[in-house]
């Protein structure tokens, strides 16, 4: 088990008071934060650590990934991973979620994302992601029993604005380079009988460890 910490800067209520007593508490593989509002989302988060390091600042979440963390599932639907640790709330109406995604990245594969998630067949992501080729760039999966990967474009650092739209069931992925212009690249259907939902993850399947922070998050309903 690793620890999970919450850094809360401003106590203004019981509930940041609480999120500095959960600071450096060891936890399960999921743990709920009970009450915690901060980022500006009016929403419980919770996080399932999945054997990394997740901290959650009022300004910022940061994900340390370790070494065979993942979120996976090819196209014949016969392999996937669901291990990769992350940050996730349940919005009750149609949304926008962006955030500046810093990652250090290591390895191919290495990689940061915006993802929704119904349960362990039914998800999509927006990911930040080192390419196998060498290159940074967005890609993006959406799993519905079996996966489809798709390559969009190459970032030329390591940062980038990622951003998801969920209108009822139809949800879009955007990015953007400075966060003001935003461009499309995929919509697709996410129906689901349970509540469907929405956060943060860092993945590295090959690297020993592989940081992502979150920084400038805006949450719309």
Not at 22 to 34: H, N, Q
Not at 35 to 58: N, W
Not at 75 to 104: C, H, M, Q, Y
Not at 192 to 219: D, M, R
């Amino acid at each position: 088990m690793h620890t999970i910490g919450y850094r809360m800067k401003k106590i203004t209520s019981i509930v940041s008071i609480i999120g500095v007593f959960l600071f450096g508490f060891v936890a399960d593989s999921k743990e709920t934060i009970e009450g915690l509002r901060t980022l500006g989302i009016p929403y419980s988060l919770s996080a399932e650590h999945h054997k990394s390091d997740v901290v959650i600042d009022d300004d910022k979440i940061t994900i340390l990934a370790n070494k065979g963390t993942d979120l996976y599932t090819n196209a014949d639907g016969s392999s996937s991973n669901d291990t990769a640790p992350r940050v996730l709330f349940e919005p009750i109406s149609d949304f926008s979620l962006s955030a500046k995604v810093t990652a250090n990245f290591n390895t191919a594969y290495d990689g940061g994302a915006l993802f929704l998630y119904a349960d362990a067949e039914n998800w999509g992501k927006l990911l930040f992601e080192r390419f196998k080729s060498g290159n940074n760039g967005i890609a993006s999966t959406v799993t519905r029993l079996t996966g489809d990967d798709a390559y969009h474009y190459s970032i030329e650092n390591n940062t980038v604005y990622l951003k998801i739209e969920r209108k009822t069931n139809t949800v879009t992925f955007l990015y953007s380079k400075d966060g003001k212009q935003w461009s499309y690249l995929r919509s697709f259907n996410l129906a689901s009988q349970t509540n469907i939902k929405v956060g943060f993850i860092a993945q590295s399947p090959l690297s020993e460890t592989h940081e992502v922070v979150y920084s400038n998050i805006v949450f719309e309903e």
